[in-house]
Structures are given as C-alpha cells and as structure tokens.
C-alpha cells in the first residue's frame, strides 16, 4: 500500500478537510469527549454509544481509530467526491456488500494525524506491521539533538514520527528503514503533515547513506533481545544485541566533526556491577565521546514477559514462549537487561566515556539540548585544568527552566523534608539537593561567582573559620557542570 508513484499524485488537502470537518482532530475529540487531557488513550470505543449514528466523526472514528467498515453511504457523507481518491491510493478498500474499511489507523495526535498499521495486524503476527508513535517514538524524539538546518539522520524512521518532528524543528532531515511498507506510511504521513521535503532512502541500516555525514543521527531501531525474528520493527535479526551493536559500531562514519548520534536500545549484562561495560566496548576508539544512559535493568524472565505480553497485545504469555526466551538469554550469558540510550559526539581530541544510571525518567521535549550540555561540559572539565580557585573565581551561566520541588511537613510549624531540584529536559539531572545547591544557582544565575557564594556562608556567624568550604563548594561547582545546570561562561 502508499505506492510512491500513486501518492506523488494524491492531494492531501480535500482529506484533512474532511477530518476537520468531521472533528476528527485532538481537538474536536476532546470537545466530544471522546480524549481527556492527561489521558494515556482515547476513549474513542465509547463512540459509538455518545455519538448519532449519522455522525461524521463516529465515521471518521470506526474507519481510522476502531479499525471498523463502515457503510458506502457514511463514507460519501464524510468524503465526498473525494472517496475515490482515497480508494485509488489504498487507504480505503471495499469489502464487498457497499462496505468500506481503512487500511490504516490514523491516529487525531497533539501534533496532527499519524497513520500506521491497525492493532490486528500484530495480533495476526504480520512481520512487516508498522507501529505508530510509541514511547519509545516520544522518547527519541526528546532525545534528538538536531537544530535547525542542521542535516538529521533517522535511521529506522518507520512510519516518520521522528523525522516529521525533526523536520518541524527545521532540520533538513532524512528518513532511512529497510521496510518499504513503513517507508510508504512515512510517504503519507509526510503529505498529510504538508512537509514535503523529507528524504525517504530504504535499505539495510547505512547502506542507502552510504558515503553521506550528518549533524545529527536519531535512532529507535529494532532493539528487543528475542530469539525470534518475528517483526521487522521489533526484532532486529541479529543474535543478542548485535543488530545495536553494528549500528553503535558504525555511527562514527556517517557523523560530521561534532555530530551527535542518539540511540534508544536494550543491552544485556553479563555482571550486574558492570552494566555499562559491553556498550561502551563497542563504541571505544572510534574517536567520540560517549555518554550511556540507563533508566531501568529488568531480569531476563520479566523482560521476556513483558515483551510477549506487548506483542500479544497485553495477553498472557505461552509457557513455552517464555521457556524458549528465558533458555535464550541463559546461553547469551545474560543477567540482566538494560533500557536506554547511547549518545556518541565525533571530536578530534582525547575522547572520553561516561555511563549514568537513573531510574523513572520522563524526559521531555528539550532533552536533546541537555545532551549537547553534557558532551560540553564533560569535555571542560576534563581539559579545562583549573583547580579550585579558579572554579571559585569564575562565572557560569544557568540553563532556563530548572525547577525546584520542595516537599513540606507540618509539625509545629512547617519543615523542609526535601528539595528536589529538576532540569528543563529532566534529563541531565533529577534529584535530591539542598539549600546550598539552590543558593548556587540562584548566585550564578544573577551574575556572581561561587566565590560570592563562599563568601556568604563564612559570613555566618555559624561558620566563621570553618576549613575546607572552599574545596566543597569547587566540588560542587564540578558536579552541577556535570550534570549541565551550570555552564562555564567563557
Ligand atoms: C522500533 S521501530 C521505530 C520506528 C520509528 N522510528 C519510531 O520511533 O516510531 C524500528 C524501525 O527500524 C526498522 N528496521 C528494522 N530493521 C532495519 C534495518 N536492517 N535497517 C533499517 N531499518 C530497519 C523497522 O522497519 C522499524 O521501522
């Protein structure tokens, strides 16, 4: 289905009239109450029963959403003239009996439509199912570093919810996968978003790059550690976690000097204490600083369950499916598997690798400017050579958006139980810290250096002649510079 030849003559336009008209929109679905804000889902199944049944959107709604035929005569009220069209480019197909399906769920997001595969498609374990925007899609998304005009790689774009976001933030983007069935919901996607100038390049992983560097790569490939090769977008066909590892291997080759490359992946550990060793093995010597991120370790049983659990679309698994994924990851030698993400920078200069660890973390839209934080100041506080007052004599420049959450109990009176302190991305940092920390970044932040600060605290009549304040305040200066909420102002 979504030919290139017959799309390139398809006009969007009488489509996303349609859907407007028809309230086919996030908006028009929150008005009929249909989506409530905060809501992981729609509540598009109870449609049926709040809606007339000659309304437009419950068509809009059975087609697209439910995945339901719906009668000739509902799809002329909704499309027009403009249903033949539609038939002729494979998103409508007759059943028969004056019916008529979608061959595609479109999904009414925040960001526009998005159209993939419908939900029975990986029920019937087609391999080729296309997915649509999921967490991991989301999560990308944040992650990507690309800035405007800057040239942007997605590799594994599927149906492109990646490279439309990208290309929103005016990246000059290129969509790569090995499915041309996700290529040609990307094709559409691309039209009906009105943004007509995204690459779309098929082939195995970097092959149809070939030669080509980038600014900026963005990955969610096939990622899940399975002995099956059931779904193109699921199982990357490679034993253990060898489909990431040929990509981490090759990235340094189509990355532009200072080019960053993101991916989201799953690597398992063969010794819990050294969780980070197999990824960054991988990515060592091949001139780029390297930055491992992991949010969670699931033992092998629990990450088998989870994922048949996924692909069965939240049925139980087989016993025998899970002794055959549990046998599997034995013979890896697999304890655990980690979820995460790498980010490689290409420098010429003495490369450096770091892994941080970090449960719940919800990262959002500015994410991947905090990467580009921490793969500066990483590098500054490796070369910058300065000992403490130094650090104490300079100015440092505050990321915006960082909040604090302060958590209170009332005894007598109220008390301070902790802060919470918070980067604009959630990336960077997410933690406890205390009232010093706060002071520092307010100091910084209005001009001052830490020094200013040291001066403050000796000031108090509490810690007059108090030793060492200088070292610890130096200490904590490196640590938020690590965790990018302070910026060395050169
Ligand atoms: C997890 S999906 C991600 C889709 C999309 N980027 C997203 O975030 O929603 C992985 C994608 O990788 C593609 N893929 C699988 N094997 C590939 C290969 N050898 N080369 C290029 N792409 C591949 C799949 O077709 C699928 O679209």
């Not at 970090?358 to 300065?386: H, M, P, S, Y």
Request: net charge negative; aromatic share 8%; glycine share 10%.
């Amino acid at each position: 289905m979504f030919s290139e030849s017959i799309l390139c003559n398809w006009d969007p336009e009488p489509f996303r009239e349609a859907l407007s008209r028809a309230g086919y929109t996030r908006q028009g679905l929150e008005a009929a109450d249909l989506y409530r804000p905060g809501d992981a889902v729609a509540r598009t199944h109870l449609a049926p029963k709040l809606l007339p049944a000659d309304s437009s959107l419950l068509t809009a709604i059975r087609l697209f959403d439910l995945g339901e035929p719906v009668s000739g005569k509902d799809a002329m009220a909704l499309f027009g003239s403009n249903l033949l069209g539609l038939m002729r480019i494979g998103l409508l197909e007759g059943l028969g009996n004056d019916l008529v399906r979608s061959a595609a769920k479109i999904d009414a997001t925040e960001q526009g439509w998005f159209a993939f595969d419908h939900a029975a498609a990986l029920v019937a374990a087609k391999p080729d199912y296309v997915m649509g925007e999921g967490n991991s899609s989301r999560m990308l998304t944040a992650l990507a570093t690309g800035r405007k005009g800057e040239r942007v790689l997605d590799l594994g774009a599927g149906a492109g919810w990646g490279a439309l976001r990208l290309a929103e933030r005016g990246c000059r983007v290129t969509a790569a996968d090995i499915s041309a069935r996700a290529l040609g919901f990307a094709r559409f996607n691309v039209l009906l978003a009105g943004l007509d100038d995204i690459e779309i390049v098929q082939g195995d992983r970097f092959e149809p790059v070939a030669g080509r560097k980038f600014d900026a790569i963005a990955s969610n490939p096939p990622f899940v550690i399975s002995p099956q090769n059931t779904f193109v977008f699921r199982d990357g066909g490679v034993k253990g976690d060898g489909f990431c590892e040929s990509l981490v291997r090759r990235f340094p080759d189509y990355l532009e000097e200072g080019g960053i490359a993101v991916m989201i992946f799953n690597w398992f550990d063969e010794d819990p204490e050294r969780w980070d060793e197999r990824p960054l093995a991988w990515a060592k010597d091949r001139g780029c600083d390297v930055w491992l991120f992991r949010s969670d370790r699931h033992d092998p049983a629990e990450y088998a369950f989870r994922w048949l659990r996924e692909s069965g679309r939240g049925r139980n698994p087989k016993p025998e499916d899970l002794n055959e994924w549990t046998r599997y990851y034995r013979e890896l030698g697999a304890k655990g598997i980690n979820l995460g993400f790498l980010a490689m920078r290409k420098r010429t200069g003495k490369n450096w690798q770091r892994s941080d660890s970090r449960a719940e973390v919800k990262v959002v839209a500015t994410a991947g400017e905090e990467i580009r934080r921490i793969f500066d100041n990483q590098t500054w506080l490796n070369e910058c050579g300065l000992d403490d007052a130094a650090i104490l004599a300079m100015r440092f420049k505050v990321p915006d958006g960082i909040r604090a959450e302060t958590d209170m109990v009332l005894d007598r009176g109220w008390g301070m139980r902790t802060i919470r302190l918070r980067s604009s991305g959630q990336l960077s940092y997410d933690g406890q810290v205390d009232e010093f920390i706060l002071r520092l970044l307010e100091v910084c932040r209005s001009g001052g250096t830490p020094g200013d600060q040291l001066k403050e605290i000796l000031a108090k009549p509490e810690f007059a002649g108090t030793k060492g304040v200088d070292g610890q305040i130096a200490s904590l200066v490196r640590e938020m510079v690590r965790h990018g909420l302070l910026l060395p102002a050169l």
